[in-house]
C-alpha cells in the first residue's frame, strides 16, 4: 500500500469573480496569468471559464468545477467583485475554497479593480454566512504572489479534505493511568471525524483469524528488508508482526465504511503483548510509514494529530512523549557551544518503538521493551512477548511539535512549535531522539503544563508551523500557541521570575 493511498489527492480549481460595473475582462486576463504563474512549475490547476458575476453564474461555475473534479478552490476577486455571490461559492462549493484579490498593476483609470476594498466586503460576508474560508496573511497580491498563496494552501486543503473524510478507530478502553489521553470525543464530531470504538477482545479475535494468512510470508521478506540484517534481531518473530498488520490492514478496508481514510489509536499494553504474545510498535510504525497512523495508548487526540501532520507534511509522522530532560554532563559535552540553544531548550522525545524507520538513523533494530520486560516477564528471563519495539536514535531533521487536542470540558485547543533534532547520540533506549525548540522552558510550563496539554506530541519531520497555523485557524480553534519569543510574554509568566 502507497503512502498516498490514505491521504487524499488535492484537484484544484480557480475560479474569478467581476462585479457588474467593473471590466470584466480585468478579472479574466489576472485569471489567467495566475495559472500561468502556478502552472509554470508543473502543478495543475483548473481554470474555470465561468466569470462569477451574479448568483446564476456561481451556481454555474460550482458545477463546472465540480464536473472537472475539483475538490478545492481558489476564488479570485480580479477586481472589486459581487459580495453576495462571490461568498456564496463556498457555500455551494463541497470542499474548502480560499480567497485572495488582485494588486493593481499600472493604469489606474480602465485598469483598477479596487479589488483590495472588495476583499473587505467579501470578508464581511463570508463572516455574516458563518461560512469557513482561508484568507492568506495579506491576501492581495500579483499573480506570482497569488500563485504562491494557492501553493501555501495546498496542504491546508489536502488536510481539511482528508478530516472531512476520515474515521479513527479504536481498540481497548482509553487507559485510567493515562488520563490525559482519555479526552471526550465530542470535539472529534465537531471537527467532522467519524469514531469507531472497539475492543482490544475484537482485534484479538481478528488476529487469531488471520493465523496461516497466505499473505504473512511476503509481509515477513519485507520487514526483513526494510530492517536489513543487523535490524532484523529476531527473524523468526516476523511471522507474528506481519500476522497483526494484515489484521490491521484488513480491518481498515472492511471499517472504513463511508469514509475514505483512516487512522487507529490502540491500547498497546499491558495486556497486549501477553495476550498477543508480541509488542505492536513496529507494525505501527509500518503503517505510519504508508500514511496511516495507529497512535498508542488510544490516544484519539493523538491520532488525529499525526493524520493532519501526514497530510500537511505528505510525510511519514510520529507520536512522541516529551518524555525526559538532558542531562546536564549530555548537555554541556556535546550541546553547548556546538548548538544555540539552553539546556531548557532541549528534551528528549521518546516512545518504545513506533517511529518509522525511514525517520531513524542507520543502527535501527527491532528489540523489546525495556519497561514492560521487567514488569510482565520473569525476572532474569530472556525477553520474549516483549519483543517488537522498533530502536534506535531518531535521525537529525527539522521537525514540527504539535498537538490538536479536546481538553476535559469539550474545548478544543492547539499548538505548534518548529524546531529540530539534534545529531548527538542519546545513550538510552526506546526510539529516542534530542529535540531543541528555543524557549521550550517557557513553552513548557506556560503552554503544556497551564493549558493541560497531555504527555503526548506529534511530530512533523520538516519546519509547516505556517500551514498548521492556517488549518487550525480554518478550524475555527480559539487557543492556537506557539513558542513565544522572550519579548513577548505569557499570560501566566510572571514578569520577574
Known amino acids: ?36 504563474a502556478y502552472t509554470k512549475t508543473g502543478a495543475s490547476l483548473y481554470e474555470c471559464p465561468v466569470t462569477v458575476e ?56 480602465d485598469g483598477r479593480g479596487d479589488a483590495f476594498c472588495g476583499m473587505l466586503n467579501c470578508s464581511y460576508n463570508l463572516g455574516m454566512r458563518k461560512l469557513r474560508a482561508h484568507i492568506p496573511a495579506y491576501p492581495v497580491g500579483t499573480a506570482e504572489d497569488i500563485a504562491e498563496m494557492i501553493r501555501d494552501f495546498v496542504p491546508v486543503a489536502r488536510a481539511l479534505i482528508g478530516l472531512a473524510g476520515l474515521k479513527i478507530i479504536t481498540f481497548g478502553p482509553r487507559p485510567q493511568d493515562f488520563f490525559a489521553c482519555n479526552a471526550p470525543i465530542q470535539g472529534l464530531y465537531q471537527l467532522g471525524v467519524e469514531v469507531e470504538e472497539n475492543s482490544e477482545l475484537d482485534l484479538l ?61 490502540d491500547k498497546c499494553w499491558p495486556a497486549f503483548p501477553q495476550q498477543f504474545g508480541f509488542e505492536p510498535c513496529y507494525v505501527n510504525s509500518r503503517l505510519a510509514s504508508r500514511g496511516i497512523p495507529v497512535a498508542c495508548e488510544v490516544d484519539i487526540y493523538g491520532a488525529l494529530s499525526e493524520y493532519l501532520g501526514a497530510c500537511i507534511s505528505q510525510d511519514a509522522v510520529t507520536l ?19 548548538f544555540p540553544y539552553a539546556q531548557t531548550d532541549t528534551f528528549m522525545g521518546f516512545h518504545c518503538g513506533n517511529t518509522p524507520s525511514c525517520k531513524m538513523c542507520a543502527d535501527r533494530a527491532i528489540k523489546y521493551q525495556l519497561i514492560q520486560h521487567r514488569l510482565l516477564e520473569p525476572k532474569g528471563s530472556q525477553p520474549d512477548f516483549t519483543r517488537g519495539t522498533l530502536e534506535g536514535d531518531i535521525a537529525p531533521s527539522n521537525v514540527t511539535f504539535y498537538r490538536l487536542q479536546c481538553d476535559a470540558t469539550g474545548t478544543l485547543r492547539a499548538y505548534i512549535a518548529q524546531g529540530e533534532v539534534l545529531p548527538v547520540p542519546t545513550g538510552s533506549f526506546g526510539g529516542i531522539g534530542i529535540f531543541a525548540i528555543h524557549e521550550m522552558g517557557r513553552f513548557y510550563r506556560h503552554v503544556l503544563i497551564q493549558k493541560h496539554f497531555p504527555h503526548h506530541g506529534a511530530v512533523a519531520f520538516g519546519h509547516f508551523g505556517k500551514a498548521f497555523f492556517d488549518l487550525f485557524q480554518f478550524l475555527e480553534i480559539a487557543d492556537i500557541s506557539y513558542n513565544q519569543p522572550k519579548s513577548l510574554p505569557y499570560p501566566t509568566e510572571n514578569p520577574w521570575a
Open 205 to 265: 479475535v481478528s488476529y487469531q483469524a488471520h493465523a496461516g494468512d497466505s499473505r504473512i510470508p511476503a509481509v515477513c521478506a519485507d520487514m526483513a528488508a526494510e530492517l536489513g540484517q543487523h535490524g532484523n534481531a529476531y527473524p523468526d518473530f516476523l511471522s507474528r508482526m506481519a500476522q497483526f498488520e494484515l489484521t490491521l490492514l484488513d480491518w481498515a478496508e472492511q471499517h472504513k465504511g463511508a469514509r475514505s481514510y483512516v487512522a487507529f489509536a
Open 1 to 36: 500500500m502507497s503512502f498516498s493511498a490514505n491521504i487524499p489527492e488535492v484537484k484544484l480549481g480557480i475560479i474569478a469573480v467581476s462585479r457588474d460595473c467593473f471590466i470584466r475582462s480585468l478579472s479574466e486576463n489576472r485569471r489567467a496569468a495566475i495559472v500561468k
Open 320 to 338: 512522541l512523549d516529551l518524555n525526559n530532560s538532558v542531562p546536564t554532563s549530555l548537555y554541556q559535552d556535546s550541546i553547548q557551544g556546538v
Open 54 to 109: 451574479n448568483e446564476a453564474d456561481m451556481l454555474a461555475a460550482v458545477a463546472d468545477v465540480q464536473k472537472a473534479g475539483c475538490n478545492a478552490l481558489a476564488v479570485f476577486l480580479g477586481n472589486f467583485g459581487p459580495e453576495t455571490p462571490e461568498t456564496l461559492i463556498a457555500q455551494k462549493f463541497a470542499g474548502p475554497c480560499m480567497y485572495a484579490a488582485a494588486a493593481e498593476e499600472g493604469d489606474l483609470i
